[in-house]
């Protein structure tokens, strides 16, 4: 299998007079918002430069406008003819060991996944169920209590296929809202992403996000838009996959998403010809690492799970997790440690990977109509993904994307000092709201005290006051006020969420009650 670069998009012209014939709006306005030009790139391939392809005797299916150019099945010959042809740039091979050849059994994929999935109904009348720990844990449900669940932020999920998302009671919430706005199997080149026979992997990544069970479970992002692409064959494990995820990320672009979130990573195939090495994993050498670079250029924060490889002699991150600009998510447990499956960084030319963390193990999700529990850093990845979404929500629309994934490092548990499971540590999204989402004089001139407290607490701001909430350890709301000093002799010992709003805008805070 090679790759077929073109030399140019002679026809781009009329692209970039009417962008509108390749992108959507939201698209553009994303670029707009963070000063991102259009480029040769966004411009749609020279159907004739395909055609010529298919003249020469080649099937064509797959190909990126990104990369320009398409993936065609030659030979030795076959190359040399197609490298000779005028508008040919170079053919490059996915090969990286020609006397590699087919495997006698297939890989085991999904490691530390449960596919097996095990229905466990929460006895719990908790807001946020089984979801809670974990949405604490990487302080997220801050977020939530500070009003941005994701809502006006889109979502492109890419893994294996979505079954019991069209049906189940977990997603119900999301299709009755109108959530779901579109998906794509990229693999047979049809809309059929919920049939049964797929494989799970993916309804189970994006139960993490989107899932809601009433009293049971809620996802870090459940008020986000999704778009669900199927770009990975379950049963088998081929370079194709590469071009498919590149192919949904360009389709995502297209329709604007804010976030891209994918469970899945490449290191061995079925067919050895196309291993990868550790020297491999530099972040530009696998196709899908480049293209998961030009994704994230675009201005679409993209996440990737750092894999399940951390116990095993190759230990290393899978790409396209190497890359620089994706933001990689290992794994820990309940308990803040890492996972012992989580895979090992950094990548192969020192980059720091993964570059935090959330649960990974024994994490909550949702499938069909009942939540259950998987392990893998494929759940750790849609975790944070959902809280992406959430922070992106809070801050304003023009702040650079590298900017929030470099304070995200900079605020999450380890840091400075990074370790080579847990990158730099347990993301903490509501602190790096406070960082830069919050107006430095909202944060001095909204103040409380004392904390911890026994009684009372009292409120001083050189703004109007609005509004004060005290959310339980549960996420429930459990009472409201309007005064500069506020009764809380009623309230149990222990630790709350506290809301005050102002004229000025609102701060979250954490009280203690003694």
């Not at 391939?45 to 055609?51: C, D, G, L």
């Not at 935090?356 to 750790?380: D, F, I, K, M, N």
């Not at 903490?428 to 103040?447: M, R, V």
Request: proline share 3%; aromatic share 10%.
């Amino acid at each position: 299998m090679v790759f077929v670069f073109f030399k140019d998009k002679p026809n781009k012209a009329a692209f970039y007079a009417n962008p509108l014939s390749e992108l959507t709006q939201k698209s553009l306005d994303r670029r707009t918002n963070l000063g991102i030009a259009l480029s040769d790139q966004d411009a749609p391939i020279e159907p004739s430069y395909i055609q010529n392809v298919k003249n020469l005797g080649f099937t064509v299916t797959d190909y990126s406008k990104w990369l320009n150019g398409v993936a065609v099945n030659a030979t030795s010959a076959q190359i040399q003819t197609l490298s000779q042809q005028s508008y040919v740039d170079h053919v490059e091979s996915f090969v990286k060991n020609p006397n590699g050849g087919i495997r006698k059994e297939k890989l085991e994929k999904f490691k530390q996944f449960n596919q097996e999935i095990a229905e466990k109904s929460i006895e719990t009348v908790f807001n946020y169920g089984g979801g809670l720990a974990q949405i604490n844990q990487i302080n997220a449900r801050a977020l939530h209590v500070a009003g941005f669940t994701g809502a006006g932020m889109t979502i492109a999920v890419i893994d294996t296929g979505f079954p019991s998302v069209d049906i189940g009671n977990a997603f119900k919430r999301l299709r009755d809202n109108g959530q779901i706005k579109g998906g794509y199997n990229f693999i047979n080149k049809s809309t059929d992403i919920y049939n049964t026979s797929l494989n799970t992997h993916g309804t189970i990544c994006m139960g993490a996000i989107g899932g809601y069970l009433n009293n049971q479970f809620v996802g870090t992002a459940p008020d986000a838009d999704f778009y669900l692409y199927a770009s990975e064959d379950g049963a088998n494990e081929m370079p194709e996959e590469e071009l498919y995820w590149i192919e949904a990320a360009e389709e995502a672009d297209r329709q604007g998403v804010d976030v891209i979130s994918t469970s899945l990573g490449y290191t061995e195939f079925d067919d050895s010809r196309y291993d990868y090495t550790y020297a491999d994993m530099n972040g530009t050498t696998s196709f899908i690492a480049r293209g998961a670079q030009i994704a994230a250029e675009k201005g679409i924060f993209v996440t990737f799970a750092a894999g399940n490889e951390g116990a095993n002699a190759w230990h290393y991150i899978s790409t396209p997790a190497d890359n620089a600009k994706v933001f990689t998510i290992g794994a820990v447990n309940n308990q803040g440690q890492v996972s012992s499956f989580s895979s090992f960084g950094p990548n192969s030319v020192g980059v720091i990977k993964p570059d935090g963390a959330a649960r990974g193990s024994e994490t909550y999700t949702v499938y069909g109509s009942q939540v259950t529990q998987a392990s893998g850093t494929s759940l750790a990845n849609p975790v944070a993904a959902g809280a992406v979404a959430c922070l992106l929500q809070s801050l304003p629309n023009n702040i650079s994307r590298e900017e929030i994934k470099t304070r995200l490092r900079q605020n999450a548990s380890l840091y400075p000092n990074p370790s080579a499971q847990m990158g730099y540590g347990i993301l903490n999204f509501y602190k790096t709201y406070q960082t830069l989402g919050l107006k430095d004089i909202t944060k001095t001139n909204i103040k409380f005290y004392p904390n911890p407290a026994k009684d009372f607490i009292n409120i001083t701001s050189d703004k109007t006051l609005k509004s004060v909430e005290i959310y339980d350890i549960l996420g429930r709301l459990i009472k409201t006020d309007v005064s500069n000093k506020v009764n809380i002799t009623q309230l149990s010992k222990g630790n709350y969420l506290l809301k005050i709003k102002t004229d000025s805008g609102e701060i979250v805070e954490k009280l203690i009650k003694e």
